[in-house]
């Protein structure tokens, strides 16, 4: 029981000191304590004098987010911006680094995000009949973006990859014959005029 205790207090420091170093956290206790009148507080005053220590706020508004997800309020929304915005930032961070082993990891995830949409786009009066829609997407991106599973790169691999190359040679097949349609039906500007 005190090893469980003290792994929980211990993750708890963890996360203040990922706080603490966070600068959109330091920009919002400025923000909400600035001199606006005599007396105010700074961000670490505000914490004492509140008595609710940031990670503790956190972890509850992490939780609230969670049952609200649940219970499907703003299910989609919320679903859709977990599977944009971490994968989005750290496709920059990979891009920025040169570290072309996680450029490629965001590449094969975006293109496996990209498939989904378009299917759920068709499949959408299908999705409103699945109890628990949100739910499964959110873990099925979550399998697909997380570095220690690489969800996306086995979909690539073993689904993904052959139905691209097969339909690419399909679409450039037809993209060819579009053009020999065009540049045969096309009539010369000159015979235009003497039509008229």
Request: glycine share 4%; hydrophobic share 45%.
């Amino acid at each position: 029981m005190d090893a469980a205790k003290e792994s929980i207090l211990q993750s708890i420091a963890d996360l203040r000191t990922k706080l603490d170093g966070s600068p959109f956290l330091q920009k919002f206790e400025v923000r909400c304590c600035q001199n606006s009148h005599p007396g105010a507080l700074t961000g670490t005053q505000s914490t004492e004098k509140t008595k609710c220590p940031k990670e503790y706020f956190v972890i509850f508004m992490s939780m609230i987010l969670a049952l609200a997800f649940l219970a499907g309020i703003g299910a989609a929304v919320m679903c859709n911006i977990i599977g944009f915005i971490f994968p989005a930032i750290k496709s920059v961070r990979a891009m920025e680094t040169h570290a072309t082993t996680e450029v490629t990891q965001w590449l094969v995830y975006w293109v496996v995000y990209a498939s989904f949409s378009v299917i759920e786009i068709f499949a959408d009066t299908l999705t409103y009949w699945i109890p628990f829609y949100y739910r499964f997407k959110l873990g099925f991106l979550l399998w697909a973006m997380l570095p220690q599973t690489r969800g996306a790169k086995y979909l690539y691999d073993h689904i993904l990859r052959d139905f691209l190359k097969l339909s690419s040679s399909k679409v450039e097949n037809a993209v060819k014959k579009a053009k020999v349609n065009k540049e045969d039906n096309e009539v010369p500007v000159e015979e235009n005029k003497k039509d008229e």
